[in-house]
């Protein structure tokens, strides 16, 4: 039982077994662009992929592993010729970008309208909240009406009345359906639903890359919420447009700076179509691709990612962008 015990044990931690466990589920490799996995005893092998074996001072067994052609393929892993383990490889051409740092004016409206609080249209009457929803909601359709923007909101309540509504809204990315009931202001003899909505945003942010083959670009590096519920703005159409930065609000702990300036109201200079956790992206306009120049660098993989000095790209004041030491 001792013997077992300690082979087991030598077995769990040998370099072979150690290999295994480290390997990921699967890799995502750029096209002609080699990477390195320890393997300890391990053959490795695979359709459209070139490996081959190196030991290092440790006599460690290590293998480079190089996509030839973009597309899925898979990596086997095997020893005296029982495969072991099975690794999905995705190799994808080299994309390079081109960095950004630009100011730009951002435009969004949203797809419905967003409820960003709830209020008595009576004391302790609330038609909306009765009904069951919630700050972060939004309201696609009432009474079989699609809502683009508040004014529909309001236009609909006063022509139904207080008959009962049937509302369909989203939470949290699944459509549910309630029936609403509106009340009249006894103050104003408006018909309420009791919920502030809201359409649209606007602001100033930054231009992140720009893909010169594609024509798409990403800005800001996190996603557009509502400043009262902190929810993602559900996207329905938007623009970026020239910006000048006229004033910067310092940021500090726990309190994010701030941009502020004006940007031209006149023309897009393109066009979104996706407001998410990690930015917004969009299509630059042709003409305003063209004005796009600069170096374009290869997307770097999560291993090249290391700690050390760093540059960012920035517009602090007016339209010029600068490169400053962080």
Not at 5 to 12: D, F, P, Q, V
Not at 203 to 218: A, E, L
Request: aromatic letters at 4%.
């Amino acid at each position: 039982g001792l013997v077992l015990t300690l082979l087991l044990t030598l077995g769990y931690f040998s370099p072979t077994q150690q290999a295994l466990r480290a390997l990921p589920a699967s890799l995502r490799l750029t096209q002609d662009e080699p990477i390195s996995l320890l393997t300890g005893m391990l053959r490795a092998s695979g359709e459209g992929l070139e490996v081959s074996a190196s030991q290092d001072e440790t006599l460690s067994q290590y293998v480079s592993v190089t996509g030839q052609k973009s597309g899925t393929s898979e990596l086997l892993l095997s020893i005296l010729g029982i495969p072991l383990r099975r690794v999905e490889v995705e190799v994808s051409p080299e994309k390079r970008l081109i960095p950004g740092g630009q100011a730009l004016g951002v435009a969004m409206r949203t797809d419905g309208v967003l409820i960003v609080g709830l209020s008595d249209v009576k004391k302790g009457v609330c038609p909306a909240r009765d009904c069951g929803l919630q700050p972060g909601d939004v309201l696609l359709r009432i009474g079989g009406h699609a809502i683009e923007r508040v004014a529909d909101v309001s236009e609909i309540a006063q022509q139904n009345g207080t008959s009962p509504l049937l509302i369909e809204y989203m939470r949290d990315g699944t459509t549910a359906h309630a029936t609403l009931t509106p009340v009249q202001d006894d103050a104003t003899g408006v018909v309420r639903l009791g919920a502030w909505v809201r359409d649209s945003m606007a602001g100033i942010g930054t231009m992140t890359f720009y893909d010169p083959k594609s024509g798409v670009f990403g800005a800001l590096g996190h996603g557009v919420t509502d400043v009262d519920t902190g929810r993602l703005l559900p996207l329905d159409r938007g623009s970026i447009m020239d910006a000048s930065v006229k004033a910067v609000k310092k940021g500090e702990r726990a309190a994010p700076g701030e941009l502020k300036g004006d940007f031209d109201l006149t023309r897009d200079c393109g066009t979104l179509y996706a407001n998410t956790e990690s930015g917004i992206f969009g299509t630059l306009a042709p003409q305003d691709a063209e004005k796009r120049s600069g170096k374009a660098y290869p997307i770097a993989k999560r291993d090249e990612v290391k700690t050390g000095p760093a540059t960012i790209l920035a517009t602090v004041n007016g339209n010029e962008t600068r490169e400053y030491a962080i």
